[in-house]
């Protein structure tokens, strides 16, 4: 495993569509084994692929329940409403507020290309729509009520 860059607001590999994956290989096996220590290492709650310069629809996330890894993710239902600060990796520094569905349900292939479906509700859910719109070449500062600020050591303990 490896520690991979994480690219930043302003990269155009950002804005790009990822491609579908279309079968499980050995370098991407590694790259979602990089992206999980790539996450964890940069203290964050979910890495999608383009983040890390790879235009592939595979996200990464840990809401402190352990690793989900999704492959080709899709969301197939939502409801409900929460609006709440939200920051990534990509945007070192900065966070905003942003609304999101409450629920979410996606559907996608796990590691071994198995159909799995994912439900989750409040951060889960959050970071789910966060990741997938990495896939889609959307940042969440898009999506920002009002303005960015400036990330404080308080608004890190929430």
């Known amino acids: 495993m490896a520690l991979r860059t994480i690219r930043e607001i302003g990269d155009d590999v950002l804005k790009k569509p990822c491609k579908e994956v279309k079968e499980m290989t050995g370098r991407l096996k590694v ?13 964050g709650v979910g890495l999608a692929a383009p983040q890390v310069g790879i235009l592939k629809r595979i996200v990464v996330i840990d809401v ?14 939502t409801d409900g409403e929460q609006t709440g600060q939200e920051g990534c990796l990509s945007v070192p520094g900065k ?7 409450n629920y979410v349900k996606v559907v996608a292939l796990n590691e071994e290309m198995e159909p799995v479906e994912i439900e989750g509700t409040e951060l ?6 966060h990741e997938i719109d990495h896939l889609d070449g959307h940042l969440f500062v898009e999506k920002v009520i009002g303005k960015l600020r400036e990330v404080t050591y308080e608004d890190e303990e929430e």
Not at 31 to 43: C, Q, V
Not at 124 to 129: H, S, V
């Open 31 to 43: 790259l979602i084994d990089d992206m999980l220590e790539t996450m964890y290492d940069a203290d």
């Open 64 to 77: 402190g329940d352990g690793p989900i890894v999704l492959v080709n993710p899709k969301i197939v239902a």
């Open 95 to 101: 966070c905003g507020d942003v609304t999101r569905p």
């Open 124 to 129: 889960l859910a959050r970071a789910l729509c």
